[in-house]
Structures are given as C-alpha cells and as structure tokens.
C-alpha cells in the first residue's frame, strides 16, 4: 500500500510557564493511501498536537512528519504551503466555516486559493452532502449537521490524499454526529482518500481500520 503520511519517532514539547510538556513522545506510525485510522485516547493525549502536525501547521522538536512524499519537519514554507494546499483537508470540530460566505463559496474555498475554478465539481459535492438546496445560504442558516456537511464537502473539493478530522462530531448530538461520520468515511472511500480520525470518543473509531491509543503522548496501543 501506498504510504501518504508517516510520522518517524516523533516529539513535540510545549513550554507552559516554567514546565516543558510533552505533547507527543517518540512517535512512529503510518498512514497507507485509502486508509482510515483512528487516533484514540483523553483529552490531553495529544490527538491534537499529531493532526497539527500533519497538518503543517506545527512543526515537531525531533523526528520526520512525510506527507506525501515531502518531509514537513524540514521543509521550507513554499513547500509547507503547496502540501497544505494539494495534499491536505480538514475538519474541525466547530466547522470553520466562513460567516461572509455561501455553503457553495465555502466549498470551493480550497480551490480558490490554489487559483482554480471548478463548479461542476463544487455541484457534485454540494449534491452528494445532500446540500444542492442550501447553496446559495450562509453559514448561520444551516443547522450543525449542514455546518459540518458542508465542512465535509470542502475537506475533499481539491481531492487530498489525506483529510484529517479533529473531534468532526464534538459539536453535534450524537444522531448528526453518527450520520456526519458515515458520510465522511463515504466519501473519502469513493474518492480514495486516507483519513486520519481524532476523537476522544472510542465508540467513534469503529469504522476504522486502525485504532491507534495515545496516552500522555505515546503509543499506549494499536487495535
Ligand atoms: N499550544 C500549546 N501550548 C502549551 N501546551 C499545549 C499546546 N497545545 C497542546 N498543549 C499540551 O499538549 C498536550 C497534548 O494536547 P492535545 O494534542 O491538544 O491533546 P488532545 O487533542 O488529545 O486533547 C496537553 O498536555 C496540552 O495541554
Ligand atoms: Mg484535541
């Protein structure tokens, strides 16, 4: 299998005050193309912190974050950026979505700043979320689910390699949440993309291939 995320003997160290934490501790795994794993574990395990990693948006203290094929531990922001760009989509938890603009100006958001037009495409996800009849609203007319519905949509426009997923259901009752993750691993299955779980919640992680356990910034299991 093709492997599009690996995280060689990672660690992470946050200075809070006087004390040095660490957020992640000599972390190894990998993520293969089309795959989804979960990563599981309390609320300080540092779920977030690895996302951020893979995400560009962080860099780690020691070790390799390769994301499609590029070593984000060392390399330059040109580089950062164009695999945040081509490579990588996200979910958060409370949606992210832009107040100022439409469900469909949202979707599109990732292609716009790569400079690119693709409306037939935006249409087909906007259809395929159920969302076609929302387009044209704003953020703060949906409900949480069309919120994170549209969130979902956006995360694949551009077609990732890897989506990364942060809590996506946190800020859902449980009967949107469960529908959001099942149209969220949907997709990804039909676009081939790897995604990348974090969720505290275990009962979350069932669709997974892999269920990574952190706890206190290590490997405590892989299920
Ligand atoms: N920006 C930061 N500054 C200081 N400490 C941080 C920062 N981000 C995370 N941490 C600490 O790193 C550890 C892991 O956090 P995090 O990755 O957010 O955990 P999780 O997402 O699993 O709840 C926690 O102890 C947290 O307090
Ligand atoms: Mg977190």
Redesign the pocket.
């Known amino acids: 299998m093709e492997i599009v995320t690996e995280l060689r003997s990672v660690t992470k160290r946050?200075?809070?005050g006087d004390e040095l934490?660490n957020?992640l501790h000599d972390v190894s795994f990998t993520l293969g193309a089309s795959e989804m794993v979960a990563l599981v574990?309390?609320?300080?395990?540092?779920?977030?912190?690895?996302l951020n990693l893979v995400a560009g948006v962080d860099r780690p203290d020691e070790g390799q974050v390769i994301v499609c094929g590029t070593d984000l531990a060392a390399a330059g922001e040109p580089a950062l950026v164009q695999a945040r760009r081509h490579c990588i989509g996200i979910i958060f938890q409370a949606f992210h979505l832009m107040p100022h603009l439409t469900v469909a100006e949202n979707v599109a958001l990732p292609l716009a700043l790569d400079g690119r037009r693709d409306p037939a495409r935006v249409d087909d996800l906007l259809r395929r979320v159920g969302l076609e009849h929302r387009r044209s609203h704003f953020p703060a007319e949906l409900s949480g689910g069309e919120q994170q519905r549209t969130a979902v949509a956006r995360a694949l426009v551009h077609r990732p390699a890897v989506v990364l997923a942060?809590e996506p259901t946190g800020s859902l009752d449980s009967a949107s949440g469960a529908a959001v993750l099942q149209l969220m691993d949907e997709l990804r299955r039909q676009e081939g993309s790897a995604l990348l779980l974090?969720t505290?919640d275990e009962s979350l992680a069932t669709l997974a291939d892999r269920v990574i356990r952190?706890r206190d910034?290590g490997i405590e299991a892989v299920l």
């Not at 574990?41 to 690895?50: A, L």
Request: glycine share 20%.
């Open positions: 946050y200075r809070r934490v957020a574990g309390p609320s300080g395990c540092g779920k977030s912190t690895t942060d974090a505290h952190l910034g």
